[in-house]
């Protein structure tokens, strides 16, 4: 049966066209930092999500599309993109230079329960600033993505960051959750519950959870640690309004030091436009080199949808001939249009004129040029504006300056 999967959709000419402007002022924005576009593969084998998003991540645990393919492999169909770039980085040897920054635009798959704002195949917009360990890379890609939502109009929007710590400090804060929500646990929604001793972070983050917890144990940071953050929150100063918040987490395993969230209140629950943070053990934790990297990735349908995009103003022509005699010089006005640049449509020269004028209706057209045995005659046409339905003869030579191709 010709049925759309629950959670994918079929995005038509103004969703797309919303998400094309998201897309493209994210590469502006990516051409002035320097980023390059990385074109990752769709299917990756799924030992390297497992690795790199982690194995008690819920993405890891029931959302990704997984499947023996038919060599025996087992693939995913990427979640997201982190681990993709820190493969291709490891796989084509950076070393010699291992300073990059990469973005890449795709779609990712994750088997979620859908509801507004959350699908199942959804775009990503992602950058990765690789072997910087400096507080001030923190701070470039948060200004980035700062000003990509600027481009587009975002507004009302908020930005929040903590810090996560590293190997030397969240073992003591991993612990001191578990003792603390150990003795709390018939208080736990039932995910934290199995959460707790996997990935007792995210319980801070829980939207159950989180909330009724605000005695919960903070993070105490290395004095390596803090020292990071405090420069990453020197650099922002002045620069984005920010929040600390003491209880944000990622949901991925990877992070190390800073983490940070962009979220508008659209969809109700489903509030979070972009979200990142450090990851400098990643690379190094997948069997490459030692370098460390921090990145963010944007859902470009929940940006699409906070951003305030100007009416997108376009004109079109549509091409009506009367007579059979005059189907050659229509078609010939017609590909001229398009060669000028002007969008323009037409060529139902089977069909009657009220038929063709209702299809140039229907298309949206702002002008019909009809053209009979007469015009081709006097060598002339008759524009029409659809609109304010007026309409005149004009010599064909006319026609192309009665449109400002711009
Ligand atoms: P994450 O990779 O989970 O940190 O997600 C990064 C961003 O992608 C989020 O802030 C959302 O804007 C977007 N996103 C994540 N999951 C979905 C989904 N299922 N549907 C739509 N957008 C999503």
Known sequence: MAKLLRGFRDLFEE???KLTEVE???RK???IYGAKELRLPTLE???IFIKATGQTTDIVQKEMYAFEDGGGRLVAMRPEGTPGVARAYIENNFQANPLQKFFYIGNMFRAERPQAGRYREFEQIGLEYIGNAAPAADAEVILMLKEIFEKLGVKNYKVKINSIGCKECRPKFRQDLIEFFSSQKDNLCEKCQTRLEVNPLRVLDCKIDGPKFTNAPRQTLCPTCQKHFDEVKKYLDGKVPFEVDPCLVRGLDYYTKTVFEFQADINGAQNALAAGGRYDDLISSM???KVPAVGWALGAERVAQAAAFEEIKKESIFVVSVEESANNY???ILQNLRKKGLTADGGLFD?????QMKQANRANANFAIIVGGNEVAKNTVILKNLISGEQKEIALAELFTAFEVK
Do not use: M, T
Request: positive net charge; charged residues 35%; without cysteine.
């Open 15 to 17: 969703e797309a066209a």
């Open 287 to 289: 069997g490459g080199p």
């Open 24 to 26: 493209k002022a994210a």
């Open 45 to 47: 084998l799924k030992e």
């Open 351 to 355: 069909k009657n004129l009220k038929a």
């Open 29 to 31: 924005i990516f051409k």
């Open 330 to 332: 229509a078609f010939d």
